[in-house]
């Protein structure tokens, strides 16, 4: 018997969501390496289209962006994969913003993975999250896409008391499938590559804070930069090494304000490589965040022998276990106190073998085993 054919549905890469396209590249090198006896899996992605944004007097401002983000999402990749429904067995929507593209396929062999309920906030806390009604009518078609599958995929129990506690799926159809940790994160690197070294040459000896991750209202980028300016008048020579995301212009004029924009080196682009690399040798990695679904820089620096302290909300509780160490949320003073206490002392942390024990109970093999047996049972 042939193996059912097997479509991932990924993200647009226009769009710049590297979690997301960490998840579904993993899902698919795991599928192809170890599941091929299983079933036939293919990458779905059309490519992306740009109108808006051709338009001269538009084109550098952002609404040119969303709009073609918008008319790819709503319009060209449902086309597009009406064209190709024919072609596969079952179907695996790798980003649940993207499931109003379940309204295209045979719901019952299409499945969805759930990583936070953000696409949905406006709907299901419309005081917290005002939008326009042209938002709520496309979050609203997300939603029923959601709704229609057969599965819904979640990475922590605490993204599924969310998904249970809105009534969002039927609790029948979730399965948990905590994602992994790439090979390049552990405390002792196959290599050291050029941009590895040039990274390290660039924030030099001196002890640096580490933040990994997007710049967006969730993670708290204002208490990140408070607890660093905080933690600088009692270390001066601390530096503050951020990767990822564009400071909004709120966060450039806190900055400014606290007199930290010397001490910070904001980083780009880089290779899962580097990112581990910086792990290695940061002094603590904070994750200020007030919500998350998972929080991949957690066990990614616990696999590097990071000591790590981040917020304590439920979702980073789960994650990083007994090797974290967690701070109230946004009370910057607490904050303070125990990254100074990290530096002073790191022997304060949980010991190195705890933090590299919590960091082993992730594997990308047995997230991409829990998916295919969850598939395999639709068949």
């Given at each position: 018997?042939?193996?059912?054919?097997?479509?991932?549905i990924?993200?647009?890469?226009?769009?710049?969501?590297?979690?997301m396209?960490?998840c579904?590249?993993m899902?698919?090198k795991?599928?192809?390496s170890?599941?091929?006896?299983?079933v036939?899996?293919?990458q779905?992605?059309?490519?992306?289209?740009?109108?808006?944004?051709?338009?001269?007097?538009?084109?550098?401002?952002?609404?040119?962006y969303?709009?073609?983000?918008l008319?790819n999402?709503?319009?060209?990749?449902?086309?597009?994969?009406?064209q190709?429904?024919?072609?596969?067995?079952?179907?695996?929507?790798?980003?649940?913003?993207?499931?109003?593209?379940?309204h295209?396929?045979?719901?019952?062999?299409?499945?969805?993975f759930?990583?936070?309920?953000?696409a949905?906030?406006?709907?299901?806390?419309p005081?917290?999250?005002?939008?326009?009604?042209?938002?709520?009518a496309?979050?609203?078609r997300?939603?029923?896409?959601?709704?229609?599958?057969a599965?819904v995929?979640h990475?922590?129990?605490?993204?599924?008391?969310?998904?249970?506690?809105?009534?969002?799926?039927?609790p029948s159809?979730?399965?948990?499938a905590?994602?992994?940790?790439?090979?390049e994160?552990?405390?002792?690197?196959?290599y050291?590559?050029?941009?590895?070294?040039?990274?390290?040459?660039?924030?030099?000896e001196?002890?640096?804070?580490?933040?990994?991750?997007?710049?967006?209202r969730?993670k708290?980028?204002d208490?990140?930069?408070?607890?660093?300016a905080?933690?600088?008048?009692?270390?001066?020579?601390l530096?503050?090494v951020k990767?990822s995301?564009?400071?909004?212009?709120?966060?450039?004029?806190?900055?400014?304000?606290l007199?930290?924009?010397?001490s910070?080196i904001?980083?780009q682009?880089?290779?899962?490589?580097?990112i581990?690399?910086?792990?290695?040798?940061?002094?603590?990695?904070?994750?200020?965040?007030?919500?998350?679904?998972?929080?991949?820089?957690?066990i990614?620096a616990?696999?590097?022998g990071a000591i790590i302290?981040?917020?304590d909300?439920?979702v980073?509780r789960?994650?990083?276990?007994?090797?974290?160490?967690?701070?109230?949320?946004?009370?910057?003073?607490a904050?303070?106190k125990t990254?100074?206490?990290?530096l002073?002392?790191?022997r304060?942390?949980p010991?190195?073998?705890?933090?590299?024990?919590?960091a082993?109970?992730y594997?990308?093999?047995?997230?991409?085993?829990?998916?295919?047996?969850a598939?395999?049972?639709?068949?």
């Open positions: 018997m042939n193996q059912p054919r097997f479509a991932v990924c993200d647009y890469l226009e769009e710049n969501w590297q979690s396209n960490l579904s590249q899902l698919l795991h599928l192809k170890e599941q091929a006896a299983s036939e899996a293919t779905i992605c059309p490519n992306f289209h740009w109108r808006v944004s051709k338009i001269p007097w538009l084109a550098k401002k952002r609404v040119a969303n709009a073609d983000r008319l999402r709503f319009l060209d990749y449902p086309h597009y994969l009406r190709q429904v024919a072609d596969f067995d079952l179907f695996h929507v790798s980003d649940h913003s993207y499931a109003q593209l379940v295209v396929l045979p719901p019952e062999r299409t499945g969805v759930c990583h936070d309920l953000d949905f906030r406006a709907l299901l806390q005081e917290l999250e005002p939008r326009p009604l042209w938002y709520h496309l979050s609203r997300i939603l029923s896409g959601l709704h229609s599958s599965i995929f990475s922590t129990t605490a993204v599924r008391k969310q998904i249970e506690h809105y009534n969002l799926v039927d159809r979730l399965v948990h905590p994602y992994g940790i790439g090979s994160f552990s405390m002792a690197p196959d050291t590559s050029p941009a590895d070294e040039h990274i390290i040459k660039q924030i030099g001196a002890p640096f804070l580490l933040h990994v991750g997007t710049c967006i969730r708290r980028i208490v990140l930069l408070d607890v660093f905080g933690v600088r008048k009692i270390y001066p020579e530096r503050l990767v995301g564009d400071f909004s212009a709120s966060q450039q004029e806190q900055i400014s304000r007199n930290i924009g010397k910070i904001h980083l682009g880089l290779e899962r490589t580097t581990a690399a910086l792990y290695r040798r940061a002094s603590v990695v904070l994750l200020t965040s007030e919500a998350e679904g998972f929080g991949l820089p957690v990614e616990l696999a590097c302290c981040v917020s909300i439920p980073l789960e994650v990083g276990g007994a090797g974290g160490i967690y701070c109230p949320l946004a009370d910057v003073s904050w303070v990254v100074e206490q990290m002073t002392n790191p304060n942390a010991e190195l073998e705890v933090r590299l024990a919590q082993n109970k594997s990308w093999s047995t997230h991409t085993q829990t998916i295919v047996e598939y395999l049972r639709l068949l």
